[in-house]
């Protein structure tokens, strides 16, 4: 009878510890797939860096925040900020301005670093043209052309750092 209590006593405290490990475990998991899924469909913080940018992303590199649903909506325009899959190197993330969109004509100076000789495209369909805001040293459509539309993973619309530059990110100032 003793053992039989014995038994029906540490069944007992078992189910109450480990309701009592498991429920801070599973807050804590929930927590975790929440971060996942925001991350990966809707935003996402990315580091920036590269002289391609210049001077709306620092050399040294800003933390900014990209939106992925805008690329998914195919909702983004010319002037918008993304982030792009490297057609070169796939492995690569890259922060380029979009241009133009398909369908559009682009002017565009082929080598800036050797001459003014302006070059005249039509983005094909499903196509972004994407260039860096200095264009003495980007590597971008001038380059490898037109963009696919499906290599874009997100719209950067905000820069967290540096705190001075805190704030809105987008259309290129005229």
């Known amino acids: 009878m003793a053992v039989r ?3 029906r006593f540490l069944w007992q405290n078992f189910r109450e510890f480990s309701r009592d490990a498991i429920d801070p475990v599973m807050h804590v998991a929930r927590f975790f797939c929440f971060l996942h899924i925001t ?4 935003v996402t913080p990315v580091r920036s ?11 040294t590199g800003d933390y900014v925040l990209a ?7 195919g909702t983004v325009r010319p ?10 190197n796939p492995r690569n993330i890259v922060t380029k ?12 100076v082929a080598k800036p670093k050797e001459s003014d000789l302006c070059e005249t495209t039509v983005v ?6 994407i260039e860096g805001d200095n264009i003495y040293n980007s590597a971008d459509s001038r ?19 540096p705190p001075n530059a805190f704030g809105p990110l987008g259309q290129r100032p005229e």
């Open 49 to 59: 860096e590269g002289p391609s940018m210049l001077p709306t992303i620092n050399l």
């Open 143 to 161: 380059k490898f052309g037109p963009v696919p539309y499906g290599l874009i993973q997100g719209r950067v619309f905000w820069r967290i750092w």
């Open 97 to 108: 301005r979009v241009t133009a969109v398909e369908g559009q004509r682009v002017n565009f």
């Open 39 to 42: 991350s990966t469909r809707l």
């Open 79 to 88: 002037g918008d900020i993304v982030l792009i899959r490297s057609p070169q």
């Open 5 to 7: 209590d014995f038994g």
């Open 67 to 73: 939106e992925k649903i805008s690329a998914r909506l």
């Open 124 to 129: 094909p369909k499903g196509h972004v043209w």
